[in-house]
């Protein structure tokens, strides 16, 4: 089973708002992991996606295209960054993303969805 693993994006992070220091010590947190993933068979891809400001949408009504820059409102709709896995059911994807480093430096969130 393929699953995708979203990184939730936080105000902080849209923002770029982050200690150094914090940052050198989660990337090596998250290199760690991504190893772990990678020695275990199951990392397909893996990175981390720029702020929402850089982004565009493109809304769809009927023929109509509607292009939006970035940033976006709602940060909890937004994706910070993801891994692809292949694992063998949704409950060890839970387990592994159990295991990693918190990816903000206070509350985050981390969505599994399953691809078809």
Do not use: H
């Amino acid at each position: 089973m393929r699953v995708m693993v979203l990184v939730k994006a936080t105000e902080a992070s849209e923002k770029g708002l982050f200690d150094p220091a914090w940052t050198a010590q989660m990337m090596a947190a998250m290199g760690r992991f991504n190893d772990e993933l990678r020695e275990a068979g199951l990392l397909l891809a893996v990175d981390g996606l720029t702020p929402s400001s850089q982004g565009k949408r493109v809304a769809f009504e009927g023929p109509r295209r509607t292009v939006m820059d970035g940033p976006f409102a709602e940060t909890k709709e937004v994706v910070a960054g993801f891994w692809l896995w292949e694992v063998a059911d949704m409950e060890e994807a839970v387990a592994w993303v159990k295991r990693c480093p918190n990816p903000m430096p206070g509350p985050s969130e981390i969505e599994i969805r399953p691809l078809n």
